[in-house]
């Protein structure tokens, strides 16, 4: 191997930025608290949303292809299979490295994730794990708000994710019912997805 591939390789296997960024994140936590760093991942997350350019469809299958191939703002960061016309499963977590990389080399995921995590399921919506999931949903929502198809806004709903170390967060019983007849998918179906996939989410217009 030469010299040249092998500082490609460093470069591009290095864990560093995934550790320091949850490192990081633990630091503003420290000195705002679970209800400091919540509003700053939501204010990152809907910043990210913001750059990424508008997107317009004529048809739902349009849109439905766009997202299968990776297309769409939507999925610009996540690979995702389409069970249904609705139905969206994001088969691993994009922030699965960081959290393996930050586990290997700190050890056990700071509680502060999870403390952060149910300040949001409290004063926000609940439907997430940790504070990756804050991130990620966050961003599907505002990205999802800069799309139209067939000249509608696309909506968003979270419906379920598992974590990597295998915490499951389903949203409220009471709301599980609509969104599983809009993701056209049983109660038993959703919980073959969870089984191998991180996330199960809905796309609609109104």
């Known amino acids: 191997?030469?010299?040249?591939?092998?500082?490609?390789?460093?470069?591009?296997?290095n864990p560093f930025v995934d550790v320091a960024a949850y490192l990081f994140l633990e630091d503003i936590a420290d000195?705002?608290?679970p209800a400091g760093m919540n509003?700053?991942?939501?204010?990152?997350?809907?910043s990210l949303a913001r750059s990424m350019p508008e997107e317009e469809y004529?048809?739902?299958e349009e849109f439905r292809s766009a997202l299968?191939?990776?297309r769409s703002i939507l999925t610009t960061f996540e690979d995702v299979v389409l069970p249904t016309e609705n139905c969206?499963?994001?088969t691993k977590c994009p922030f699965g490295r960081g959290w393996t990389e930050y586990t290997k080399r700190i050890g056990n995921f700071a509680k502060v994730h999870?403390?952060?995590?149910?300040?949001?399921n409290t004063t926000v919506k609940p439907s997430v794990v940790d504070t990756?999931?804050?991130i990620h949903q966050t961003f599907r929502s505002a990205a999802a708000e800069r799309i139209k198809v067939g000249g509608k806004r696309v909506k968003y709903a979270q419906v379920a994710a598992v974590s990597e170390y295998g915490v499951r967060k389903i949203v409220p019983e009471e709301w599980l019912p609509i969104l599983l007849n809009t993701a056209k998918i049983s109660r038993t179906e959703l919980n073959m997805i969870l089984r191998n996939n991180s996330c199960v989410w809905v796309l609609y217009t109104e």
């Open 1 to 13: 191997m030469s010299k040249e591939t092998q500082i490609t390789r460093l470069i591009e296997d």
């Open 68 to 70: 299968a191939s990776n």
């Open 114 to 120: 999870t403390d952060v995590a149910e300040y949001y």
């Open 132 to 134: 990756q999931c804050i």
């Open 58 to 60: 004529k048809t739902w």
């Open 39 to 46: 509003n700053y991942l939501v204010s990152l997350a809907n």
């Open 31 to 33: 000195k705002q608290g």
């Open 88 to 90: 969206i499963v994001t």
